[in-house]
């Protein structure tokens, strides 16, 4: 059986009461590794290697263009053994195997984005009165603290960590229980890439033991966090006690907006998959569709088709849906479908027959017309669940859209040109999608969110300056 140690200071290193995780295979409960249970005191060693490196160790002198050329060799490494974390990403997670190469593909391509970027990232030079000179300096916050959620954890990491590598912080990573293996060989890779030791540490264990350390110590300058709303609300408060910045991305109840107009050949796929991919368990998923009222039934009644297709089996069947993560959020979905009862269920789809006992497996369900107080209109699933509601005009498309405590990203299908730009306008979400969704994992596209989904912009170059802060230096030489 596969064993992972924490990953500190490039040693591998176990828990130091040598307490240890299993780690569950999401389709048949089999356990496929285990990994250190670290705490409180890996967590402070991991802390303090970051330090180092940053203060004494060869990383906090390396170039820009050293670090890109680092991250650069990480992407190729992690390309050249696409098929083997795919595998690992897909066992981990309970991914269906072509969800999980595309998972690495993005890996891949976060890491050849920030490797190509660490050396682009300018500063400022301000004009000031007569005799300054003043320069505004991007620097890194120093140790940065990277806690992330199981259900993209490849990707997460990409975003995350690859941008504030390449902005020159050194890093602490907390990946989650319930899946993260790929975290950390694509971590021991990085050190055979030439990232010097220190520069990536990673503490395995649960989030209210390692994360919480994490989160609380005294000896970080950030946080990013991607998770529920209740513990990024409990990360803001660490990091607002030690008056650190953080950012927090926290799901949300994404729209997508169907005017009669629409593309209906392009449009459907897409939003069958936007709550479909990774079983409904992903941050950006379409959970909702608003439907202009005159093709209601009609969109209804071929959306109702495409999910009766949809089959769900094990990671390495490779159908539409793999199976959830745990028991809890099995539980969780149960519960949420409960709570559906007195809802029209326009359509479902199917187990694939004989599936381990041991697995977490829920079929997509579309409900619909749904209205839009409902706890399935408002609430975040995290499941294969997609309701659909139907909106009379353009306002009260905006007005349903809108209308949930979150704010992550909205789509809208339409051939008018004005509709577009007005609806995109007045949509309050991180990103909006028109006449598509989701884009391939957007590496270029800042994503991030308003409202309960949280703030800050991960991905893109725009995660290159949340990475860092600005200090100015200001030069007399009168
Ligand atoms: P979670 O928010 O508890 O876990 C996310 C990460 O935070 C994991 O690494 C976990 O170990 C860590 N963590 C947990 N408690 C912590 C604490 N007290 N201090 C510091 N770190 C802590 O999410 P969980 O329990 O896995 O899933 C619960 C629900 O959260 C899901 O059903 C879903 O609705 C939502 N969720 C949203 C995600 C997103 O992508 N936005 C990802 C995962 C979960
Ligand atoms: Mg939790």
């Known amino acids: 059986m596969r064993h992972h140690d924490c990953l500190i200071d490039g040693l591998e290193q176990p828990a130091a009461d040598g307490r240890t995780i299993e780690m569950l295979s999401p389709s048949d409960g089999r356990t496929i590794a285990t990994v250190a249970r670290g705490g409180a005191a890996e967590v402070d060693a991991a802390v303090r290697a970051a330090r180092q490196a940053l ?8 170039a ?6 680092i991250l650069s060799r990480m992407a190729a490494v992690v390309t050249a053994r696409h098929a083997e974390l795919a595998e690992l990403e897909a066992e981990d997670c309970g991914k269906p195997m072509a969800q999980a190469k595309t998972d ?8 050849e984005f920030y490797g190509g970027a660490a050396d682009k990232v300018h500063g400022l030079q301000i004009p000031f009165l007569g005799d300054w000179l003043v320069t505004g300096l991007r620097e890194p916050h120093g140790v940065t603290a990277h806690i992330i959620p199981w259900n993209y954890p490849a990707q997460i990491f990409g975003r995350s960590v690859g941008a504030a590598l390449a902005m020159g912080n050194a890093c602490v990573l907390k990946p989650a229980e319930d899946a993260g293996l790929t975290c950390l060989e694509v971590a021991r890779l990085a050190l055979e890439c030439g990232l010097p030791p220190g520069a990536l540490n990673v503490v395995t264990g649960y989030g209210e033991e390692a994360g919480a350390a994490l989160s609380k110590h005294d000896d970080i300058d950030f946080i990013s966090f991607t998770g529920s709303p209740e513990i990024g609300t409990a990360i803001q408060t660490a990091a607002a006690q030690r008056t650190i910045g953080c950012t927090l991305e926290l799901g949300g109840k994404s729209a997508q907006l169907v005017f009669a107009d629409a593309d209906l050949e392009k449009a459907l796929p897409v939003i069958v998959n936007a709550i479909i991919q990774n079983g409904g368990q992903t941050c950006s998923a379409g959970s909702r569709v608003l439907i202009e009222a005159s093709v209601f039934e009609q969109v209804a009644t071929r959306l109702a088709e495409r999910f009766s297709a949809l089959r769900v089996g094990t990671h390495a069947m490779d159908l539409d849906l793999g199976p959830l993560i745990n028991r809890q959020q099995e539980e969780r979905v149960r519960r949420f479908v409960g709570r559906a009862a007195d809802l029209p269920l326009l359509a479902e789809g199917r187990l694939a027959p004989d599936l381990p006992a041991g697995g977490h497996y829920a079929v997509p369900r579309l409900y619909g017309p749904v209205p839009a107080g409902h706890a399935l209109a408002q609430e975040e699933v995290f499941g294969p669940v997609l309701v659909a509601m139907p909106f009379q005009d353009e306002a009260e498309a905006v007005r349903l859209a809108n209308g949930t405590a979150f704010g992550l990203v909205a789509g809208l299908w339409t051939r008018d040109g004005g509709r577009q730009m007005r609806v995109a306008r007045r949509l309050r979400a991180g990103q909006v999608y028109v006449n598509g969704y989701g884009a391939g994992g957007g590496i270029e596209l800042p994503f991030g969110g308003v409202k309960r989904s949280g703030h800050g912009r991960e991905k893109g170059f725009e995660a290159l300056y949340e990475f860092s802060q600005l200090k100015t230096i200001a030069f007399n030489h009168g």
Do not use: S
């Open 55 to 62: 203060e004494t160790g060869p990383y906090g002198r390396l």
């Open 64 to 69: 820009a263009v050293e670090r890109g050329r």
């Open 104 to 111: 690495i593909t993005c890996l891949a391509r976060y890491l």
